[in-house]
T-cell receptor, first 116, second 111 residues
Framework: DGGITQSPKYLFRKEGQNVTLSCEQN?????MYWYRQDPGQGLRLIYY???????QKGDIAEGYSVSREKKESFPLTVTSAQKNPTAFYLC???????????????FGPGTRLTVT | GESVGLHLPTLSVQEGDNSIINCAYS??????FIWYKQESGKGPQFIID?????DKRQGQRVTVLLNKTVKHLSLQIAATQPGDSAVYFC??????????FGIGTKLQVIP
């Protein structure tokens, strides 16, 4: 059963702590993406990766970091430098970057991060 | 469910009626448009897309209309069902570059 998974579904952290959100896909997709979703706003792109060991900043990369050591995995670290980290985080994947940017992205179920 | 539905425009529709969800876009250079559906607690799902050389495209129970003159996009859902209750996002891109998502509209289906 192919898909994209994110864990955990809910995550709570104290201010000043770094936290890493997991994203795994078994769809054999080359491209992966991280989005942030806030109430009253659309999805905003944090980082994306077209291939293993390569990734690009999106619109709101400040305070975040990623790695792409394996094709299946694209973890996102929310650092203490992120001013307003509480949000719903969505990971997505696509066959390649062009299909992803033409809309054919498969999304995970999301992780709700709350920082207090 | 998730709080992504807070502060969103909301459309309430009686079960069996048709729904029309509207979206205005700002970039006149956008040439590709997509509608996504996001159910509570889940990630968005692709519904239908349309290129700028088309005015209308139909899928199963859904129709997307594009009016480039006024930069307006709409999603029509025929015979709305309870399972259609979700947040619907329009998205736009230019030359298949990065997709920009709208804020979404919450559709509530009244049984």
């Amino acid at each position: 059963d192919g898909g994209i998974t994110q864990s955990p579904k809910y995550l709570f952290r104290k201010e000043g702590q770094n936290v890493t959100l997991s994203c795994e896909q078994n769809l054999n997709h080359d491209a992966m993406y991280w989005y942030r979703q806030d109430p009253g706003q659309g999805l905003r792109l944090i980082y994306y990766s077209q291939i293993v060991n390569d990734f690009q900043k999106g619109d709101i990369a400040e305070g975040y970091s990623v790695s792409r050591e394996k094709k299946e995995s694209f973890p996102l670290t929310v650092t203490s430098a992120q001013k307003n980290p509480t949000a719903f985080y969505l990971c997505a994947s696509s066959i390649d970057l062009s299909t992803g940017f033409s809309g054919e992205q498969y999304f995970g179920p999301g992780t709700r991060l709350t920082v207090t | 469910g998730e709080s992504v539905g807070l502060h969103l425009p909301t459309l309430s529709v009686q079960e069996g009626d048709n729904s029309i969800i509207n979206c205005a876009y700002s970039n006149s250079a956008s040439d590709y448009f997509i509608w996504y559906k996001q159910e509570s607690g889940k990630g968005p799902q692709f519904i239908i897309d349309i290129r700028s050389n088309m005015d209308k495209r139909q899928g199963q129970r859904v129709t997307v209309l594009l009016n480039k003159t006024v930069k307006h996009l709409s999603l029509q859902i025929a015979a709305t069902q309870p399972g259609d209750s979700a947040v619907y996002f329009c998205a736009e891109s230019s030359s298949y570059q990065k997709v920009t998502f709208g804020i979404g509209t919450k559709l509530q289906v009244i049984p």
